[in-house]
């Protein structure tokens, strides 16, 4: 195996021109914007970052575009990207100014640096270049700062030496755009930050940061390249193996690994079926499919079954997951409300109800229905795959394949649980985190929720700045604050749901400042859709804490109310 040492300009260059891409086995770009941040951080500080390691392959059919724009290579040898490719993606997306593909949307990688950065640091991020990550925003909160202390977000921001870029901290003089440094002169950055006279007692300062910051494009990666002469099945092998030792890939990835080597064209069809699902609200990544196809291949979830999976079962597999699913997607949306993936707690609750479409025979009885519907809002809330996920989705596959049907599911639901329905005490303390907040909203908005100024119902499909869906805190946390613990303050009895110009219009303000108006306005009923007292006295702030105790009972009585409703219980 041959070594070599490049630069991350060099390395950008390759992947500019194309002499550097993707093998079919690789998965996509998952980076969040924070872990680009701690990469820049890293190597701003000249730490260690991995090596690169590398295919190189006369067969362009074996290789795919990478998530960042390429060139056609002039050569007929190409370099195939096998660890390294986060590292390398967001690199090349920042120094070039150019967004990335990030599930099949156009998403700019926006860093900034803080000229006035302390010298020193109080801790160090290590950087895993494979670890997954979730989507950013794939929850319902729009707060920005969570913490809850008495500490102003500025002050904090003025501690770091890079941040995700937001409008209020772009829009200071010290800070400046990663991809800006990379592309424009040093003359014209330290005049965008205010400094117009070599006399200043921050040029220097600003001169010499930003040079060291353009210096990351002299980082030097140690690049390993594997022999041209080794087979795709070989070099899928040493990928499993290279990233089962450091527990970098999830198991899904490195079973899609091992499928590819064998089943050629799947990337595209699963490319196509994300796609596809993403329009309807569902974007399940390569992992959720290949489990899927592994669910309809051997009755069982687990991916280290996938090398005595045969081609021929794992093709048969994924033509019935795609039935099962083009069931169960639809089934959620229009009937438990569930009208986008953010509002279920794990894509494993798609499992055994593509399941049990398939063993029913493609015919779902009214009981099975309402059996259904009870298990996923109730497992959802609970977060019932949070944990031995894999154990609980096998058996409840299990319970379906023994023709148990949904009364097996929810039998296991009360088995993990002691009870299928929600008291006060469920709620106490959680936050947006919690499966029972999307649960919330989706049975206020069940009950007729609706935004506090326009009248318009509540629902994840507003895309507009103004109607957006954002989380509210009716006690705002500028008033609480000091008061009471952060986890009182952040809960989800505090909590509604209204659109993005609404809540920037109610903004801070006490309840008593602004809740009689929309009670005047619109009536107590816009109140009481949101399970929020229409009782002046419970907006005091010292009261807050009764209005707490009032709203947990009035969400969770809805919540049951609903449940019952839709498993005919009552």
Not at 25 to 37: E, L, T
Not at 197 to 213: A, G, M, N, T, V
Not at 225 to 251: D, H, M, Q, T
Not at 328 to 341: C, D, S, V, W
């Amino acid at each position: 195996m041959q070594k070599t040492d490049l630069s991350v300009d060099e390395l950008v260059g390759m992947i500019s021109r194309g002499e550097l891409r993707l093998p079919q086995m690789q998965r996509r770009y998952v980076w969040r914007a924070s872990r680009v941040r701690d990469l820049l951080d890293s190597l701003y500080r000249g730490y260690p970052s991995g090596a690169i390691l590398v295919w190189e392959t006369d067969d362009e059919e074996l290789s795919r575009d990478m998530s960042v724009d390429q060139a056609s290579s002039k050569f007929s040898t190409q370099k195939l990207l096998l660890d390294g490719q986060q590292r390398l993606t967001s690199l090349s997306a920042v120094l070039r100014g150019l967004p990335v593909d990030v599930k099949h949307r156009k998403k700019p990688i926006e860093i900034l640096f803080n000229l006035e950065h302390p010298e020193d640091i109080d801790e160090v991020t290590e950087v895993d270049d494979e670890q997954s990550d979730d989507d950013p925003g794939d929850d319902l909160d729009d707060d920005l700062d969570e913490d809850g202390d008495d500490e102003s977000v500025q002050e904090k921001l003025s501690r770091l030496t890079f941040v995700v870029s937001s409008r209020a901290t772009a829009s200071l003089p010290q800070w400046l755009s990663v991809s800006d440094v990379m592309t424009m002169s040093d003359a014209d950055l330290i005049r965008s930050a205010g400094v117009t006279d070599w006399d200043d007692p921050r040029f220097q300062k600003y001169s010499d940061r930003i040079k060291k910051l353009k210096g990351i494009r002299n980082y030097m990666y140690v690049m390993h390249i594997l022999e041209r002469n080794l087979s795709y099945e070989e070099v899928a092998e040493i990928f499993v193996r290279v990233n089962s030792l450091g527990v970098k890939l999830r198991s899904s990835d490195l079973a899609l690994a091992q499928i590819t080597a064998r089943w050629r064209d799947l990337l595209p069809l699963l490319d196509d079926a994300q796609k596809r699902y993403a329009q309807e609200g569902f974007d399940l990544d390569h992992g959720a499919l290949v489990r899927a196809m592994v669910v309809f291949s051997s009755g069982q979830s687990r991916f280290k079954t996938v090398g005595s999976i045969s081609t021929e079962r794992l093709r048969d597999g994924w033509k019935r997951a795609q039935i099962g699913l083009d069931f169960a997607i639809p089934f959620l949306k229009e009937n438990a409300g569930i009208e986008h993936m953010k509002l279920l707690s794990s894509p494993f609750f798609l499992l055994p109800v593509a399941w049990l479409f398939e063993k029913s025979g493609g015919k779902i009885s009214a009981d099975e229905e309402r059996g259904l519907l009870e298990w996923v809002l109730v497992g959802s809330g609970r977060g019932y795959y949070s944990g031995s996920a894999e154990s609980k989705l096998d058996a409840d596959l299990n319970r379906i394949s023994r023709g148990e049907g949904s009364s097996g599911l929810v039998a296991n639901l009360d088995q993990a649980f002691g009870r299928l329905r929600f008291n006060a005490g469920d709620i106490t303390g959680r936050g947006t985190k919690s499966g029972l907040y999307a649960l919330t909203f989706l049975a206020l908005r069940a009950g007729g929720a609706k935004d506090w100024d326009t009248g318009m119902a509540i629902s994840l499909n507003h895309k507009s700045k103004q109607h957006a869906i954002q989380s509210h805190h009716i006690f705002p946390r500028a008033a609480v604050r000091g008061r009471y613990d952060r986890s009182e303050i952040n809960e989800i009895a505090n909590r509604g749901f209204i659109g993005g110009k609404t809540n920037r219009r109610i903004g801070s303000k006490k309840p008593t400042d602004y809740l009689p108006a929309i009670a005047s306005k619109r009536g107590p009923a816009a109140l009481e859709s949101q399970c929020v007292p229409t009782d002046p006295a419970l907006w005091e702030l010292e009261r807050y804490q009764d209005f707490l105790a009032y709203r947990r009972e009035r969400i969770v009585a809805r919540l049951n109310e609903w449940i019952d409703g839709l498993s005919g219980r009552r």
